[in-house]
Protein backbone atom coordinates (compact mmCIF):
# COMPACT_ATOMS: atom_id res chain seq x y z
CA UNK A 1 0.00 0.00 0.00
CA UNK A 2 0.89 3.71 -0.46
CA UNK A 3 0.69 4.75 2.94
CA UNK A 4 0.70 7.90 2.72
CA UNK A 5 -2.46 7.84 0.14
CA UNK A 6 -4.21 5.61 2.71
CA UNK A 7 -3.61 8.01 5.85
CA UNK A 8 -5.08 10.63 4.08
CA UNK A 9 -8.30 8.50 2.65
CA UNK A 10 -8.65 6.94 6.63
CA UNK A 11 -8.65 10.64 7.60
CA UNK A 12 -11.14 11.75 5.50
CA UNK A 13 -13.32 8.98 6.54
CA UNK A 14 -13.46 7.10 3.75
CA UNK A 15 -15.07 3.68 4.46
CA UNK A 16 -13.13 1.57 1.82
CA UNK A 17 -9.59 3.03 2.78
CA UNK A 18 -10.38 1.46 6.41
CA UNK A 19 -11.92 -1.76 4.80
CA UNK A 20 -8.20 -1.93 2.73
CA UNK A 21 -6.72 -1.25 6.30
CA UNK A 22 -7.88 -3.66 8.06
CA UNK A 23 -7.43 -6.53 5.11
CA UNK A 24 -3.62 -5.51 5.22
CA UNK A 25 -2.78 -5.39 8.98
CA UNK A 26 -5.67 -7.12 11.32
CA UNK A 27 -4.21 -10.71 10.96
CA UNK A 28 -1.11 -9.36 11.63
CA UNK A 29 -2.51 -7.81 14.51
CA UNK A 30 -3.82 -11.11 15.91
CA UNK A 31 -0.38 -12.88 15.53
CA UNK A 32 0.65 -10.28 17.98
CA UNK A 33 -1.98 -10.56 20.39
CA UNK A 34 -1.96 -14.73 20.41
CA UNK A 35 2.16 -14.03 21.13
CA UNK A 36 0.58 -12.50 23.99
CA UNK A 37 -2.69 -13.85 24.77
CA UNK A 38 -1.64 -17.64 23.92
CA UNK A 39 -4.96 -18.19 23.20
CA UNK A 40 -7.05 -17.35 19.84
CA UNK A 41 -10.23 -16.24 20.74
CA UNK A 42 -8.40 -13.60 23.19
CA UNK A 43 -6.44 -12.37 20.44
CA UNK A 44 -9.04 -11.78 18.20
CA UNK A 45 -11.16 -9.88 20.55
CA UNK A 46 -8.24 -7.87 21.07
CA UNK A 47 -6.90 -7.32 17.28
CA UNK A 48 -10.71 -6.24 16.48
CA UNK A 49 -10.43 -3.42 19.61
CA UNK A 50 -7.18 -2.24 18.17
CA UNK A 51 -8.87 -1.68 14.56
CA UNK A 52 -11.42 0.41 16.87
CA UNK A 53 -9.05 2.17 18.13
CA UNK A 54 -7.20 2.92 15.26
CA UNK A 55 -10.58 4.23 13.26
CA UNK A 56 -11.38 6.20 16.85
CA UNK A 57 -7.65 7.75 16.64
CA UNK A 58 -6.49 8.11 12.97
CA UNK A 59 -7.25 11.60 12.94
CA UNK A 60 -4.47 12.15 15.38
CA UNK A 61 -1.93 9.95 13.71
CA UNK A 62 0.64 12.86 12.53
CA UNK A 63 3.11 10.34 10.55
CA UNK A 64 6.20 10.54 12.98
CA UNK A 65 6.45 6.45 12.63
CA UNK A 66 4.58 4.70 9.88
CA UNK A 67 1.06 3.47 9.89
CA UNK A 68 1.39 -0.17 10.68
CA UNK A 69 4.38 0.84 13.65
CA UNK A 70 1.35 3.40 14.78
CA UNK A 71 -0.67 0.11 14.84
CA UNK A 72 1.69 -2.67 16.15
CA UNK A 73 2.47 -0.28 19.21
CA UNK A 74 -1.94 0.20 19.96
CA UNK A 75 -1.88 -3.93 19.75
CA UNK A 76 1.25 -4.33 22.05
CA UNK A 77 -0.26 -1.75 24.47
CA UNK A 78 -3.74 -3.24 24.23
CA UNK A 79 -2.30 -6.77 24.92
CA UNK A 80 -0.16 -5.83 27.71
CA UNK A 81 -3.52 -4.29 29.06
CA UNK A 82 -5.16 -7.34 28.92
CA UNK A 83 -2.98 -9.35 30.41
CA UNK A 84 -2.49 -7.25 33.19
CA UNK A 85 -6.43 -7.29 33.60
CA UNK A 86 -6.15 -11.39 33.38
CA UNK A 87 -3.63 -11.14 36.15
CA UNK A 88 -5.63 -9.43 38.54
CA UNK A 89 -8.67 -11.58 38.06
CA UNK A 90 -5.86 -14.55 38.56
CA UNK A 91 -4.50 -13.23 41.60
CA UNK A 92 -5.75 -15.55 44.08
CA UNK A 93 -5.99 -18.38 41.36
CA UNK A 94 -3.91 -21.16 41.47
CA UNK A 95 -1.06 -20.38 39.52
CA UNK A 96 1.66 -23.31 38.48
CA UNK A 97 5.07 -21.82 37.72
CA UNK A 98 7.31 -23.10 35.81
CA UNK A 99 10.35 -22.72 38.32
CA UNK A 100 13.05 -24.77 38.57
CA UNK A 101 11.94 -26.52 41.47
CA UNK A 102 7.81 -26.66 41.02
CA UNK A 103 7.28 -28.71 37.67
CA UNK A 104 6.51 -32.06 38.92
CA UNK A 105 5.62 -34.64 36.54
CA UNK A 106 1.99 -34.58 36.72
CA UNK A 107 0.81 -38.04 35.07
CA UNK A 108 -2.86 -36.77 34.29
CA UNK A 109 -0.72 -34.31 32.21
CA UNK A 110 0.15 -37.60 30.34
CA UNK A 111 -3.04 -37.30 28.45
CA UNK A 112 -2.43 -34.74 26.77
CA UNK A 113 -1.24 -34.51 23.22
CA UNK A 114 2.28 -33.74 22.95
CA UNK A 115 1.82 -30.50 21.34
CA UNK A 116 -0.25 -28.85 24.21
CA UNK A 117 2.02 -29.68 26.79
CA UNK A 118 4.62 -27.90 24.21
CA UNK A 119 2.63 -25.24 23.77
CA UNK A 120 1.65 -24.91 27.86
CA UNK A 121 5.49 -24.98 28.49
CA UNK A 122 6.57 -22.51 26.00
CA UNK A 123 3.75 -20.01 27.02
CA UNK A 124 4.62 -20.32 31.01
CA UNK A 125 8.16 -19.64 29.52
CA UNK A 126 7.18 -16.64 27.72
CA UNK A 127 5.29 -14.93 30.60
CA UNK A 128 8.07 -15.71 33.00
CA UNK A 129 10.16 -13.34 30.51
CA UNK A 130 10.82 -9.23 32.00
CA UNK A 131 8.20 -6.97 29.80
CA UNK A 132 10.88 -5.64 27.39
CA UNK A 133 12.50 -9.15 26.33
CA UNK A 134 9.15 -10.39 26.14
CA UNK A 135 7.32 -7.52 23.14
CA UNK A 136 10.82 -7.75 21.47
CA UNK A 137 10.55 -11.57 21.35
CA UNK A 138 6.26 -11.54 20.35
CA UNK A 139 7.13 -9.43 17.76
CA UNK A 140 9.90 -11.23 16.03
CA UNK A 141 8.68 -14.29 16.12
CA UNK A 142 5.29 -14.11 15.78
CA UNK A 143 4.49 -10.92 13.65
CA UNK A 144 8.62 -11.61 11.91
CA UNK A 145 9.84 -8.03 12.07
CA UNK A 146 13.03 -7.11 11.81
CA UNK A 147 15.25 -5.72 14.85
CA UNK A 148 14.41 -2.34 12.64
CA UNK A 149 10.96 -2.62 12.86
CA UNK A 150 10.73 -3.70 16.35
CA UNK A 151 13.09 -0.65 17.27
CA UNK A 152 10.35 1.64 15.73
CA UNK A 153 7.55 -0.03 17.39
CA UNK A 154 9.66 0.08 20.79
CA UNK A 155 10.40 3.48 19.94
CA UNK A 156 14.75 2.78 21.25
CA UNK A 157 17.43 1.32 19.51
CA UNK A 158 18.47 -1.03 17.47
CA UNK A 159 21.49 -2.52 19.73
CA UNK A 160 18.79 -2.19 22.51
CA UNK A 161 16.79 -4.87 20.49
CA UNK A 162 19.87 -6.93 19.69
CA UNK A 163 20.26 -7.26 23.19
CA UNK A 164 16.76 -7.56 24.45
CA UNK A 165 16.13 -10.85 21.62
CA UNK A 166 20.13 -12.07 23.03
CA UNK A 167 18.51 -11.93 26.79
CA UNK A 168 15.07 -13.61 25.61
CA UNK A 169 16.12 -16.78 24.28
CA UNK A 170 18.74 -17.28 26.68
CA UNK A 171 16.25 -16.89 29.45
CA UNK A 172 13.85 -19.15 27.31
CA UNK A 173 16.03 -21.82 26.57
CA UNK A 174 17.42 -21.60 30.73
CA UNK A 175 13.66 -22.34 31.20
CA UNK A 176 12.94 -24.91 28.86
CA UNK A 177 15.70 -27.01 29.21
CA UNK A 178 15.30 -27.20 33.03
CA UNK A 179 12.16 -28.60 31.86
CA UNK A 180 12.92 -31.10 29.94
CA UNK A 181 15.50 -32.35 32.02
CA UNK A 182 13.06 -32.63 35.04
CA UNK A 183 10.30 -34.19 32.76
CA UNK A 184 11.13 -35.69 29.65
CA UNK A 185 14.20 -37.33 30.91
CA UNK B 1 33.06 -28.52 22.60
CA UNK B 2 31.73 -29.53 26.09
CA UNK B 3 27.78 -30.68 27.18
CA UNK B 4 27.11 -27.89 28.95
CA UNK B 5 28.51 -25.23 25.95
CA UNK B 6 26.65 -26.57 23.74
CA UNK B 7 23.67 -26.80 25.59
CA UNK B 8 24.28 -22.75 26.06
CA UNK B 9 24.13 -22.46 22.55
CA UNK B 10 21.42 -24.92 21.67
CA UNK B 11 19.02 -21.89 21.09
CA UNK B 12 21.19 -20.10 18.95
CA UNK B 13 22.28 -22.56 16.69
CA UNK B 14 18.66 -23.18 16.51
CA UNK B 15 18.18 -19.52 15.72
CA UNK B 16 20.58 -19.24 12.88
CA UNK B 17 22.64 -16.73 15.26
CA UNK B 18 25.96 -18.54 15.17
CA UNK B 19 28.99 -17.91 13.34
CA UNK B 20 29.95 -20.92 10.58
CA UNK B 21 32.79 -22.47 13.39
CA UNK B 22 30.45 -22.98 16.12
CA UNK B 23 27.99 -24.00 14.23
CA UNK B 24 30.16 -26.82 12.41
CA UNK B 25 30.66 -27.42 16.24
CA UNK B 26 27.36 -27.80 17.34
CA UNK B 27 26.46 -30.43 14.17
CA UNK B 28 29.12 -32.88 15.38
CA UNK B 29 28.53 -32.82 18.79
CA UNK B 30 24.85 -33.37 18.28
CA UNK B 31 25.48 -35.98 15.65
CA UNK B 32 27.08 -38.61 18.84
CA UNK B 33 25.85 -37.13 21.86
CA UNK B 34 22.49 -38.37 22.10
CA UNK B 35 21.69 -36.33 25.20
CA UNK B 36 21.99 -33.01 23.72
CA UNK B 37 20.26 -34.77 20.58
CA UNK B 38 17.36 -35.29 23.23
CA UNK B 39 17.51 -31.24 24.51
CA UNK B 40 18.00 -30.08 20.89
CA UNK B 41 15.00 -31.94 19.47
CA UNK B 42 12.45 -31.02 22.21
CA UNK B 43 13.68 -27.87 22.05
CA UNK B 44 12.76 -27.54 18.30
CA UNK B 45 9.37 -29.28 18.88
CA UNK B 46 8.56 -27.02 21.20
CA UNK B 47 9.87 -23.65 19.18
CA UNK B 48 7.59 -24.86 16.22
CA UNK B 49 4.25 -24.26 18.53
CA UNK B 50 5.03 -20.57 17.37
CA UNK B 51 4.81 -21.45 13.70
CA UNK B 52 1.41 -23.46 14.51
CA UNK B 53 -0.20 -20.70 16.33
CA UNK B 54 1.18 -18.33 13.62
CA UNK B 55 -1.16 -19.87 10.98
CA UNK B 56 -4.31 -18.61 10.40
CA UNK B 57 -7.27 -19.51 8.60
CA UNK B 58 -8.78 -15.89 7.82
CA UNK B 59 -12.41 -15.09 9.03
CA UNK B 60 -14.44 -13.09 6.10
CA UNK B 61 -16.26 -11.62 8.51
CA UNK B 62 -14.22 -9.52 10.50
CA UNK B 63 -14.25 -6.42 8.73
CA UNK B 64 -18.60 -6.37 9.49
CA UNK B 65 -17.32 -7.39 13.05
CA UNK B 66 -15.21 -4.62 13.75
CA UNK B 67 -17.73 -2.42 11.91
CA UNK B 68 -20.67 -3.70 14.61
CA UNK B 69 -18.05 -3.03 17.44
CA UNK B 70 -17.88 0.26 16.21
CA UNK B 71 -21.36 0.96 15.75
CA UNK B 72 -22.48 -0.19 19.08
CA UNK B 73 -19.45 2.05 20.71
CA UNK B 74 -20.93 5.18 19.47
CA UNK B 75 -18.45 5.77 17.16
CA UNK B 76 -19.85 5.53 14.06
CA UNK B 77 -23.62 6.08 13.11
CA UNK B 78 -25.87 3.17 12.21
CA UNK B 79 -25.89 3.35 8.11
CA UNK B 80 -28.28 5.73 7.40
CA UNK B 81 -29.89 4.20 4.36
CA UNK B 82 -29.06 1.06 2.21
CA UNK B 83 -25.75 3.19 0.75
CA UNK B 84 -25.35 5.49 3.40
CA UNK B 85 -26.87 8.77 1.80
CA UNK B 86 -27.00 11.82 4.45
CA UNK B 87 -30.40 12.16 5.71
CA UNK B 88 -30.88 15.64 4.56
CA UNK B 89 -30.00 14.47 0.29
CA UNK B 90 -32.65 11.42 0.99
CA UNK B 91 -34.94 13.82 2.35
CA UNK B 92 -34.43 16.46 -0.74
CA UNK B 93 -34.84 13.11 -3.03
CA UNK B 94 -37.97 12.40 -1.80
CA UNK B 95 -39.48 15.74 -1.64
CA UNK B 96 -38.10 15.89 -5.67
CA UNK B 97 -39.96 12.30 -6.79
CA UNK B 98 -43.17 13.78 -5.12
CA UNK B 99 -43.12 16.71 -7.31
CA UNK B 100 -42.13 15.00 -10.06
CA UNK B 101 -44.91 12.48 -9.76
CA UNK B 102 -47.32 15.54 -9.64
CA UNK B 103 -46.03 16.86 -12.76
CA UNK B 104 -45.95 13.60 -14.60
CA UNK B 105 -49.46 12.65 -13.69
CA UNK B 106 -50.94 16.79 -14.17
CA UNK B 107 -49.26 15.82 -17.86
CA UNK B 108 -50.50 12.43 -18.74
CA UNK B 109 -53.89 14.02 -17.22
CA UNK B 110 -53.85 16.66 -20.19
CA UNK B 111 -52.38 15.04 -22.62
CA UNK B 112 -55.47 12.04 -22.60
CA UNK B 113 -57.87 15.21 -22.66
CA UNK B 114 -56.40 16.75 -25.16
CA UNK B 115 -56.63 13.76 -27.24
CA UNK B 116 -60.18 13.39 -26.29
CA UNK B 117 -61.21 16.61 -27.88
CA UNK B 118 -58.61 16.73 -30.69
CA UNK B 119 -58.77 13.54 -31.97
CA UNK B 120 -56.71 14.79 -35.09
CA UNK B 121 -55.44 11.57 -36.36
CA UNK B 122 -58.41 9.44 -36.11
CA UNK B 123 -60.80 8.48 -39.06
CA UNK B 124 -63.74 11.04 -39.03
CA UNK B 125 -66.04 7.78 -38.95
CA UNK B 126 -64.37 5.84 -36.41
CA UNK B 127 -64.33 8.97 -34.39
CA UNK B 128 -68.10 9.32 -35.06
CA UNK B 129 -68.57 5.78 -33.84
CA UNK B 130 -66.63 5.98 -30.44
CA UNK B 131 -68.62 9.44 -30.04
CA UNK B 132 -71.96 7.30 -30.87
CA UNK B 133 -70.46 4.06 -28.67
CA UNK B 134 -69.48 5.84 -25.75
CA UNK B 135 -71.70 9.09 -25.87
CA UNK B 136 -75.20 7.76 -26.81
CA UNK B 137 -76.39 8.48 -23.52
CA UNK B 138 -75.19 11.61 -22.69
CA UNK B 139 -77.83 13.52 -22.90
CA UNK B 140 -80.01 11.35 -21.04
CA UNK B 141 -80.26 11.56 -17.16
CA UNK B 142 -79.82 8.89 -14.71
CA UNK B 143 -83.45 10.34 -13.32
CA UNK B 144 -84.97 10.25 -16.87
CA UNK B 145 -83.34 6.41 -17.40
CA UNK B 146 -85.12 5.18 -14.15
CA UNK B 147 -88.30 6.99 -14.57
CA UNK B 148 -88.40 5.62 -18.05
CA UNK B 149 -87.33 1.53 -17.16
CA UNK B 150 -90.72 0.55 -17.47
CA UNK B 151 -91.90 1.87 -20.55
CA UNK B 152 -88.83 0.82 -22.16
CA UNK B 153 -89.69 -3.13 -21.33
CA UNK B 154 -92.98 -2.62 -22.23
CA UNK B 155 -91.50 -1.40 -25.60
CA UNK B 156 -89.94 -4.99 -25.20
CA UNK B 157 -92.42 -6.62 -24.54
CA UNK B 158 -92.82 -7.79 -21.12
ZN1 LIG C 1 26.33 -33.36 24.75
Redesign the interface.
Known sequence: MIESDLVKRLQKGEEEAFRELVGDVYHEVVKIATGFLHNRADAEDIAQDVMVEVYRSIRKFRGDASLTTWIYRIAVNKSLNAIRKTKRQNLHADVIEISDKAVEHNPNQETQTENEERAKVLHKALDALPKNQRMAFVLAKYEDMSYQQIAAVMETSLSSIESLMHRAKKNLQKKLLNYYKKNVY | MKCIDV??K???YL?G?LKTQDNIFIEKHLDHCG?CR??FD??Q???S??D???A?T??PF??N??MA??ES?G??KKKAGPI?IPRLVRVAAIVLLLVLAGFTGTLLGSKYVQNNLLPEDLDPYEYYAQEFYLDSYADESIEYYILNQNEYEDENGK
Request: hydrophobic share 45%; no cysteine; net charge neutral.
Open positions: ENLIFEDKKLALATWVMDEKMPDVYRIRLSMKG
